[in-house]
């Protein structure tokens, strides 16, 4: 009587723990993935350096370092080609004042990368930074992720963020700090998990523990 009482109880106190593992991996498995982080961590305008000398000032060139950054415990990504777009803000409504194409890659899960390019600006039409101050560039990043967990991969996804870089008198980035570019309007992101669909691949996966 005693035994059999305790089998039942260890019975279903099994049955509870694998259930409960089985929530764990369904939701790791399905978890809504996390977008890569995207920061901008150095940006150099030569022209605009105040300490100027003949090769700066003919330098027309945009050096920058954008840092890539994938979250993801379980999913790894793949990137389409990556545009950076770079508005000069003083006259942001016109056209911009240089692109860039990081080509497609694969970044792996818990990765980070960095790109670090020099843009042309195409002549573009920059006023001096007058001493102690500085002026703004607005950086726009667009380009699609397919998330990949084991064997399983997302569609495309869009990625769409930018970033308002200051640069200071000496053609710096004006904050030490990496600056992160966010979405432009808020985004409704699906972080809250489909639980009927966790439930249903729970109990799937319990049933074939
Ligand atoms: C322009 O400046 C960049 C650094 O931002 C440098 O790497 C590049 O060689 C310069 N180009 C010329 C033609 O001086
Ligand atoms: C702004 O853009 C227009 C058209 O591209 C150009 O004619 C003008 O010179 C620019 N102004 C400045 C301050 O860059
Ligand atoms: C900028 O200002 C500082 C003091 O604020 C001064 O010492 C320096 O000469 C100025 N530089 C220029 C290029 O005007």
Known sequence: MAD???????GS???LISFAISITLSYWLFKTPTKPSCSIQAFYVPVLNHATNSATATNTTIYFD????NRNQLKSVYYDPI???IYYVPNVTSVP???YTVPEFYQGRRKTTHRRELVDTRGADFRPVSNGSVVAFRIDLATKVRFKTWWWKTGRKNLAVRALVEVNDRGE???EKGIKLKSGAPELERHHLRVELLVAFGVFFFVFI
């Open 97 to 99: 004042i240089g692109s």
């Open 4 to 10: 059999s009482r305790r089998g039942g109880f260890c």
């Open 66 to 69: 954008l840092k890539l950054e």
């Open 83 to 85: 545009t950076l777009t």
């Open 13 to 15: 106190c099994f049955s």
């Open 173 to 175: 980035k004006a904050d």
